[in-house]
C-alpha cells in the first residue's frame, strides 16, 4: 500500500504502481467498474482445430454463430442476422477445456452454451505489411446443449467448468470416467 497526498488529504491505493481515480481525486468523475463476460448460445461453424504447444498446453479452436433475430421494417417479417466468432479453449493447469473438446467430439453444428471473455488478437499483415486486429472469445467454461444422440462421441458427459463438471468434485484424468449428469428420465423431480 502507499499513501499518496492530494488537496490536504492523504488517499490509500491498495495496488502500488496502479493509481485509482476516487471521487476527491476528480470532482465529477465516477469510479466505473470493468466487466469482460460473454454468454452465448449457437453453433458451431466448423469442426475444432486442436495445436499443442512445446510447453505442453493445448489450445482448440472454432467458429462460433450465433443468431440474432430482427423484424424487418419493410416487410414486417421476422429475419435471421447471424454474427460470426471466433473463439479459442486452452487447457489450463486446474482444467482441461480443450480436451473435453476432442472427447465430446464436437462437431460443426454442435449446440454449446459459451461463457468466455474478448480479447483483441493483433497481428501485421505478410501481404501488406498493414497492421490487422480482430476480436475473439477465450472459453472460460462452455456446456453441450445437443442431445447425448445429437453429438458423436459426447456420451460421457455434456458440460464442464473449471471445477471439472456440473458442480460435482473435479474429474480425475486418471482414466476413470466422469460423474455423468443423470440421463433425462432419472431427474428426481
Known amino acids: ?30 469510479i466505473m467498474a470493468n466487466l469482460n463476460k460473454v454468454l452465448l448460445i449457437g453453433r458451431l461453424t466448423r ?19 450465433v443468431t440474432n433475430r430482427r423484424k424487418n421494417p419493410q416487410t414486417g417479417q421476422w429475419e435471421d442476422d447471424p454474427m460470426f466468432i471466433d473463439c479459442s479453449v486452452f487447457n489450463g493447469e486446474t482444467n482441461k477445456l480443450a480436451d473435453r473438446i476432442e472427447q465430446f ?32 472469445l477465450v472459453i472460460d467454461n462452455f456446456q453441450l446443449l445437443d442431445s447425448r444422440s445429437d453429438a458423436a462421441g459426447s456420451a460421457r458427459g455434456s458440460s464442464t467448468n473449471r471445477s471439472g463438471g456440473r458442480g460435482g468434485p473435479p474429474h480425475d484424468e486418471g482414466g476413470e470416467d466422469p460423474i455423468l449428469p443423470p440421463e433425462e428420465g432419472d431427474i428426481p423431480f
Open 1 to 30: 500500500m502507499r499513501t499518496r497526498q492530494r488537496r490536504g488529504a492523504a488517499i490509500t491505493l491498495p495496488n502500488p504502481g496502479r493509481s485509482r481515480t476516487t471521487p476527491e481525486d476528480s470532482p465529477g468523475v465516477t
Open 47 to 65: 469442426d475444432p482445430e486442436f495445436r499443442s504447444f512445446a510447453s505442453g498446453g493445448r489450445v482448440a479452436s472454432f467458429g462460433f454463430a
Open 105 to 136: 467430439g464436437l462437431r460443426k453444428g454442435s449446440q454449446l452454451f459459451l461463457e468466455g471473455r474478448l480479447v483483441l488478437d493483433r497481428w501485421d499483415d505478410k501481404a501488406t505489411g498493414e497492421k490487422r486486429s480482430k476480436h475473439k
